[in-house]
């Protein structure tokens, strides 16, 4: 299963086609529409979330609620666009028309895409750089997220994420009965923060940057429960479950560090502390004691809770930006300013949820039947029953 994202962020429209969806699996624009809302709520979000309701159209693979097996093509249209028209249309224009229409872009960001992306393919207009490197590219991934969460939640492994820290003001870890706990009680948060005590703070260091024209970053954590035993792969480093999820996490836009479990914290303790004692019963076979390594063992899912965090970085574009210089004169200057958000961790936490989501269900479609829907839940259930008793 595998899915491309094209459009730009001021440009018409985004759009996602996934190949290798079985056939004959429930699936409607509701589910994919409150996944996109999701991530457009959150303490911080800029102006662009007020002129931006994104809503799917899927314009393939789907028939009376059920996908074909064929192509999934969805689409979000960007109602900005028509502010925009002139400067991101696709035709030519004429030489008297480039300063009036084109908003060109010569001073790069210090932290974004800008000046690399113009070195890399000639672009002297960094517009052309910014406009598929913005964030906003995100709204079609969280879609095809969406479709994998759904595949995922009818073959019963739910997904949740939320916030641990943003500007340096840390959340309690979450203690709660089960998963649906922590996805209504994250949800209710406007900073998607499970521990009330932490949630004030947050949103006040938002408030803070936002006034000093800056932004700040922080930390998610995306848990996912009922992931069956042994998806993944020791024998190839690149079928490791654990990998792939690490290299979807970091893709995430200012997305710079990940860990599972106890993460980074394991170099400071003994084995005897980080590796969890393996347990059987009749009832649900074999667990750990512990969840130190976060559901992960060489590469394969334990059948443990998965633990992920990913750390964001503050976003690059600041009101009050830092110097840079105009790759037109060479003389240096502040950095150009976009319409940007003071804090998009909250909004990121839906976003790491999304590519957990469809790296465990590519992982899934890879290693066992996937033509049709049906065959997939009886595989799945028939792979739980044999880990059990194994």
Known sequence: ?????????H????????????????????????ELARRQKGYGRGRRMQIEKDKVNIASGVRHGYTLGSPLALIVENNDWKHWTKIMGIEPIED?????????????????????????????????????????????????GAVAKKLLSLLGIEVAGHVLEIGGV????PIYKNIKQLQQKTEDSPVRVFDESAEKQMMEAIDLAKKNGDSIGGIVEVIVEGMPAGV????HFDRKLDAR?????????????????????????????VHDEIIWDENDGYTRRTNNLGGFEGGMSTGMPIVVRGVMKPIPTLYKPLQSVDIETKEPFTASIERSDSCAVPAASVVAEAVVAWELATAI??????????ALQKIIAEQREYARKF
């Open 1 to 9: 299963m595998r899915y491309l994202t094209a459009g730009e962020s």
């Open 11 to 34: 440009g018409p429209q985004l759009t996602t086609i996934i190949e290798g969806l079985p056939a004959g699996m429930p699936l409607t624009a509701e589910d994919i529409n409150a």
């Open 96 to 144: 008297t028309e480039i300063e009036e229409v084109k908003r060109k872009v010569s001073r790069p960001r210090p932290g974004h895409a800008d000046l690399v992306g113009g070195i890399k393919y000639g672009h002297r207009d960094m517009r052309n750089v910014l406009e598929r490197s913005s964030a906003r590219e995100t709204t079609v991934r969280v879609a095809a």
């Open 170 to 173: 840390k959340a309690n870890p």
């Open 232 to 235: 993944g792969s020791y024998v």
């Open 245 to 273: 999820i690490a290299r979807a996490i970091v893709s995430i836009n200012a997305f710079k560090g990940v860990e599972f479990g106890l993460g980074f914290e394991m170099a400071r303790k003994p084995g005897s502390q």
């Open 365 to 374: 479609i890879e290693q066992f039947s996937s033509d049709r829907f049906d």
